[in-house]
Nanobody, 126 residues
């Protein structure tokens, strides 16, 4: 049973930084890719960033480019999201997601991913 466990959320002020972690367990195979999504109150789940596990290719949504950095530690089976210069509009529950196999149709769609973490709250005050 694959499990994803996020950590690192919290309450910060605008301009501060946070680092989210997502640890993967229960799988004998490396994922094809992992991603971060977020969901603000009353809104749909939004793609934030993605990293291909082996090749390391990285993609970001425009609103976080230059502020957020996704990375992974293959030895620890963990993906990170370093978030700098946080803004109130970054407030959301952040979820990590795992794509098990190749066969990519839309990296920004939550349907692309096979497993999800439980989410971690990030709140940015102004």
């Amino acid at each position: 049973q694959v499990q994803l466990v996020e950590s690192g959320g919290g309450l910060v002020q605008a301009g501060d930084s946070l680092r989210l972690s997502c640890a993967v367990s229960g799988s004998t195979l490396s994922p094809y890719a992992m991603a971060w999504f977020r969901q603000a109150p009353g809104k749909g789940r939004e793609f934030v960033a993605r990293i291909n596990w082996n090749r390391g290719s990285i993609y970001y949504t425009d609103s976080v480019k230059g502020r957020f950095t996704i990375s992974r530690d293959t030895a620890k089976n963990t993906v990170y999201l370093q978030m700098n210069t946080l803004k109130p509009e970054d407030t959301a529950v952040y979820y990590c997601a795992l794509q098990r196999d190749s066969g990519t149709f839309d990296i920004t769609s939550h349907f692309q991913y096979d497993y999800w973490g439980q989410g971690t709250q990030v709140t940015v005050s102004s």
